[in-house]
């Protein structure tokens, strides 16, 4: 059984800066392309950020680009997501995925989700 576990969120101000982790319990965690979704109220969930599985490449949802930087830790069973420059349009409730296999940033693609960090972003 898979679990991700998402903490950093909370209540922010714009231009605010903060970072979301998500820690895994799969064994082999390397092996896996870990993203992050987000999905505002009313809002369908959608790609944010992908990272490979050793980390050396990532891709970005326009939107975050230059502001957003995800990394991982294999070590330690971790991904993050450094969100930079906050605007109230970030405010979503973010979710971590997995999958194994090909690269993808579609989110019927990923098997595994944590169950969120709510962002709340206040002008």
């Known amino acids: 059984q898979v679990h991700l576990v998402e903490s950093g969120g909370g209540l922010m101000q714009a231009g605010d800066s903060v970072r979301l982790s998500c820690t895994a319990s799969?064994?082999?965690?390397?092996?896996?392309?870990m993203g992050w979704f987000r999905q505002a109220p009313g809002k369908e969930r959608q790609f944010v950020s992908a990272?490979?599985?050793?980390?050396?490449?990532?891709d970005y949802t326009d939107s975050v680009k230059g502001r957003f930087t995800i990394s991982r830790d294999n070590t330690k069973n971790t991904v993050y997501l450094q969100m930079n420059n906050l605007s109230p349009e970030d405010t979503a409730a973010y979710y971590c995925?997995?999958?194994?296999?090909?690269?993808?940033?579609?989110?019927?693609?990923?098997?595994?989700w944590g169950k969120g960090t709510l962002v709340t972003v206040s002008s």
């Open positions: 799969m064994s082999a965690f390397g092996g896996y392309i």
């Open positions: 995925a997995a999958k194994r296999g090909a690269w993808s940033t579609r989110r019927g693609e990923y098997d595994y």
């Open positions: 990272i490979s599985f050793s980390g050396s490449s990532a």
